[in-house]
């Protein structure tokens, strides 16, 4: 029953994350930068504050009692995974929801799941979730194959972007996604797969944090919560100072007063927006603490994602006028990633 509800945590929060940038569609006359940055304090800011504060009894207390090391790591891994954001929002704008989440998250779900009990290997003297003993456990065996073979379904599901760059014409592309832009999506989706990584590294570096939520008390289920306070502080930072810049560049700090666009409209979707984004990681957190394997987690919360884009692809259209072979590619991508779930959650259920 814990992995059953794990799976449902994940699933949910995968549903959050694979649905976050449609109401930024709703936005009108805004330029990217400012929707970005207005939904990212929701993202980032208010809505961890309040899930800590809510869960997290005194979070305030365990975070500046916390040894400056992991709070400066913790922050910093929130940097560095702030860029993978950035990016990831421009790699949306570029291929489309399902194209661009499936090559992004497919980055960073390799990064994400083995770094982590790789790192314990090469540089902690810890024995458990460790790589070495994942490949000595029958269960850790069979959750590396199902993340080979996530890996695998995410491989198809890019492929099938590669024959849609070659069918359909610049205007047809432009028709789903006005910015489509191959060459230019693929470099920033690299960027941001591997960057976005250093989440799940984030996530670890303030473990500290989460053990002294559960030892003063708190529900397991949500102890990561105060791990997020810290870890997106530094995606905040990362974010605000970019979006700032182009603000100034673009010219574009009139957005955020302009009596000529659905003020209200504008800002309740993108609050909306940043909301939904941080409910992937607060079930995210409730996910992991009923599976116990942060490689398992991580795997599936990334391939729940890239399912429910996907089916958002499809829902708007961004498929629209490609051969069946195309067609049935992207729908293959999609099964052999539902099948890479069954199988971290079985492999975790025996390990």
Known sequence: ?????????????????????IPYKKVKGWSWESYWIVGGLFSWLFIPTLAAY???????????????????????????????????????????????????????????SLVPPIYRDLFTNSTEHTFSAMLNSTGGQVVLAGVVVCLTGIF?????????????????????????????????AIISGILSACFN???????????????????????????????????????????????????????????????????????????????QFFFYGMGESKLGNGASSWILHMAFIILISSM???????????????FSTILLGIFVIILSVMIVGYGNSIE
């Not at 995606?235 to 810049?245: D, K, Q």
């Not at 603000?247 to 009139?254: E, H, Q």
């Open 1 to 21: 029953m814990q992995v059953i509800a794990g799976i449902i945590y994940h699933f949910i929060g995968g549903f959050a994350s694979g649905s976050f940038y």
């Open 312 to 326: 958002w692809g499809l829902v708007l259209k961004e498929w629209r006028g490609v051969s069946k072979k195309t």
């Open 201 to 279: 590294f984030g996530i670890e570096a303030g473990k500290p944090m989460a053990e002294a939520a559960v030892a003063e008390g708190s529900n397991p289920l949500f102890q990561n919560n105060v791990i997020f306070v810290v870890l997106l502080w530094g995606g905040l930072t990362t974010n605000f100072v970019w979006c700032m810049l182009l603000n100034m560049r673009n010219k574009t700090f009139g957005d955020y007063t302009n009596p000529s666009t659905p003020l209200l409209n504008n800002y309740i979707f993108a609050a909306l927006a940043g909301t939904t984004w941080f409910l």
């Open 54 to 112: 809510l869960t997290v009894p005194n979070f305030t207390q365990i975070i500046s009692n916390t040894d400056g090391s992991i709070i400066f790591w913790t922050f910093f891994m929130g940097l560095l995974w702030g860029i993978g954001g950035l990016t990831f929002g421009l790699g949306m704008r570029y291929l489309g929801l399902s194209l661009g989440m499936s090559v992004i998250l497919g980055l960073t779900s390799a990064f994400g």
């Open 156 to 188: 198809i599901c890019g492929r099938a972007g590669i024959l849609k760059e070659r069918e359909l014409t610049d205007e047809q592309k432009k028709n789903s996604i006005q910015e489509f832009n191959l060459s230019k999506g693929l470099v920033v």
